[in-house]
């Protein structure tokens, strides 16, 4: 390809993906066709990318090129070889024959087809959950708690740290069961409880309340930031075209104009 | 007016302009764009008045032919407040007509079913078309039908009870249907859009003024700072590389003066993806780096990039072995020991971890799947959102450094900018085009910002009027 032509395509893709911007942001006025096709072509584009990448950068060079170089020996590639074909086989024919209830009216062979599908899918998941529980536990819950009993102003003796140690931990205990209790219990027992604990429970629920108002308007405020980045970016990316345009001198000076 | 519409299949109340119900998820836009034509008056034009009357006699006449429990439904109605007026009412029945125009026999043909699944991906299904209708009943088999619609027999009404219960959590009390008698104020997003673009606009087409002080650092930025200032030259940095195009906007602006850096500090970095597009943009921003600094060859710097998809079941083997995560072979040779060579190559464990994210999942499953496995020092790069959730493993240690949103990473822009101040060799100064770009940035966000918080103002401000 020569660099004309590569810059003629560069060219072509900017304004190809400036036209299909615009689309995109009309859908604010309202859904249309224009909106619509811009979203088929991003879906489209994107799954397209995605099987091909899946081919070049895992399946050829994790799973075909061992298996063609060194056999069906290795067991931790031809073992997922097989559950993987397996799987896409079901998967085809289930969305063939999708809405037809396939595991009580379709025979046998159907059934152990879909059965060792999924297989691979009960391998995934089961290894997907027990990742994602022990990391949770080893990587976040641990440390943080750990990190929260810790914290506190620094006390002067072994036993006024402890004690501070402790009333960090009742505290965030009493806030963190004050949402729960806000959510879920205040609710339904306000209307029945002893009037004491009904005090209570209010108090609680009170403070539960302000906690989550904090905690989703501090979230709220940083994704308000973000966004607003990203349509920074996005009008920026505007201006850039602009910029190219023969529109742009007409701007400048009418900017020269009214002195702005 | 209707300033609500129906969902016809929990029965909810929604917003006019809504999309989806807020219960349940089925597909509103044919009862939406229905209600906002009926919002918007009667047709002008003689003939207009005529289709339009012809085609609501004919849509409530198909209602109330096909549906033989359409009392049922006026007297549910009733029941819970929707039809105060007779306007409303006609018009839900309306609505409930038209869904019933989506209503679709099963697809039968296979290259038809699958074209429609995956059409689904894009178009959710109208969900009333699983509704028992008495019209499609005849359409499906028996056993099919038996098994498949227990509630065939039941009345439209009594199905949006049926379907209300089903959807939520139980109560103790016997909650009525409808939380209010008024519906939701109308959200006019086009509007909304319209202030918050024409403020970032004008930042751009105009010259506004500067606004007074700088963004402040949040803890974390200048941890980051040394973390790789202190790095000795020529180590392996591991990259995690989670973000995309969709998210670009926010994040180059962030990685950016990281990457700008280590490029600085001659690290050597080993970049994975979790997403699809993610090495194709990072391999974008390094070459936007080359430029920006007026220097081919810093993407040298960015040894190998590979993705790796599986998800966080995939992240302990970065932890644990990386050698076998890794294709590259420059990779490899620094993290394998051969002890049959003549000169036995050390094995390696990165200097530092990277974790280069829009979203605090990542980097929460780096912390929680990787980090407790190698023990490498993390920095974080992150979007704005994700902050917030971040900060406990910063105050806890976990992370060695984060840099968080446009502000994190125009301050972390600053550290760089004095140290290029201080020894000018040592790190590439911005070129000018690069340095009014990120003004105009900053410009147009903080013009930004600016709106959005008059937004807000002139919101509750119209509520208090409104309320008084």
Request: proline residues 6%; glycine residues 8%; hydrophobic residues 50%.
């Amino acid at each position: 390809m020569t660099e004309a032509l590569a810059a003629q395509l560069d060219t072509a893709g900017f304004w190809i993906s400036f036209l299909l911007a615009l689309f995109t942001f009309s859908a604010i006025l309202r859904d249309n066709v224009l909106s619509r096709l811009a979203q088929h072509i991003f879906v489209g584009a994107a799954l397209g990318y995605l099987a091909v990448l899946l081919v070049q950068n895992v399946l050829r060079p994790r799973l075909i090129t061992p298996l063609v170089q060194h056999g069906p020996g290795n067991i931790w590639i031809t073992v997922p070889a097989v559950l993987g074909v397996l799987l896409l086989l079901a998967a085809i024919d289930r969305s063939i024959q999708q809405g037809d209830n396939a595991e009580r009216l379709q025979p046998l062979g159907r059934r152990l087809l879909y059965g060792l599908g999924m297989l691979g899918v009960a391998i995934l998941l089961g290894v997907g959950i027990s990742t994602t529980v022990l990391g949770a536990l080893q990587g976040t819950l641990a440390p943080q708690f750990a990190r929260v009993a810790q914290s506190g102003p620094a006390a002067s003796g072994l036993a006024a740290a402890l004690w501070v140690q402790i009333a960090v931990v009742v505290l965030m205990l009493f806030v963190t069961t004050g949402v729960l209790v806000h959510l879920y219990v205040a609710p339904r027992l306000l209307e029945t409880a002893h009037p004491v604990v009904q005090v209570g429970l209010r108090f609680w629920s009170w403070l539960g309340k302000r906690v989550l108002w904090l905690s989703a308007g501090l979230l709220f405020a940083r994704l308000i930031l973000s966004r607003v980045s990203l349509l920074g970016a996005q009008i920026d990316y505007f201006a850039q075209m602009l910029r190219a345009t023969p529109l742009w001198p007409a701007i400048v000076a009418l900017r020269h104009m009214l002195g702005l | 007016m209707n300033s609500v519409i129906i969902c016809p299949h929990c029965g909810i109340r929604n917003r006019i302009n809504s999309n989806f119900c807020n219960h349940c998820g089925a597909d509103l836009r044919a009862e939406s764009s229905a209600a906002r034509a009926a919002e918007r008056g009667p047709a002008t034009g003689p003939d207009d008045v005529n289709d339009a009357a012809a085609e609501s006699n004919a849509r409530d006449a198909r209602y109330f032919d096909d549906d033989p429990h359409a009392d049922a439904v006026d007297e549910h109605e009733r029941d819970v407040g929707v039809g105060d007026d007779g306007a409303d009412t006609a018009d839900d029945f309306a609505l409930l007509a038209e869904s019933k125009a989506f209503e679709r026999p099963a697809l039968r043909d296979p290259l038809a079913q699958l074209s429609t699944d995956l059409q689904g991906l894009l178009t959710p299904h109208v969900v009333s078309s699983v509704t028992s209708d008495p019209a499609h009943a005849d359409e499906q088999p028996a056993s099919v039908a038996a098994h498949e619609n227990p509630l065939a027999g039941l009345a439209e009404a009594d199905l949006h009870r049926v379907r209300h219960l089903l959807g939520n959590e139980p109560t103790l009390t016997n909650a009525p249907l409808e939380v209010s008698a008024v519906g939701p104020p109308t959200l006019r997003i086009p509007w909304l859009f319209g202030l918050l673009g024409l403020f970032m606009l004008l930042a751009f087409l105009v010259n506004l003024p500067d606004l007074p002080g700088q963004p402040p650092a949040l803890p974390g930025v200048s941890a980051a700072y040394r973390q790789i200032e202190d790095l000795a030259d020529n180590r392996l940095v591991l990259v995690w590389w989670a973000y995309d195009p969709a998210t670009a906007g926010e994040m180059d602006l962030i990685a950016l003066p990281l990457l700008r850096h280590l490029t600085a500090r001659q690290q050597q970095l080993f970049l994975f993806s979790p997403l699809p597009t993610g090495v194709a943009t990072a391999e974008r921003l390094f070459t936007r780096l080359d430029a920006e600094i007026n220097l081919r060859g810093s993407a040298a710097a960015l040894r190998s990039a590979d993705y790796l998809p599986g998800g966080p079941a995939i992240m302990p083997l970065l932890g644990q072995s990386l050698a076998l995560a890794a294709r590259d072979t420059t990779l490899q040779g620094r993290l394998n020991a051969n002890p049959a060579a003549s000169a036995p190559v050390t094995p390696e464990q990165p200097a530092l971890a990277l974790v280069v994210a829009a979203q605090a999942e990542d980097v929460q499953n780096w912390l929680e799947q990787v980090q407790p496995r190698n023990h490498t020092p993390v920095v974080a790069i992150t979007g704005a959102a994700a902050d917030p959730i971040l900060r406990p493993y910063w105050d806890s240690g976990q992370l060695a450094g984060l840099v968080s949103g446009v502000d994190g990473g125009l301050a972390y822009e600053a550290l760089l900018n004095n140290a290029v101040a201080a020894n000018a060799e040592a790190i590439p100064r911005l070129s000018q085009l690069a340095l009014g770009a990120r003004h105009q940035m900053v410009q147009i966000q903080n013009w930004g910002h600016i709106g959005f918080a008059l937004i807000i103002l002139l919101g509750n401000l119209a509520i208090l009027v409104h309320s008084a």
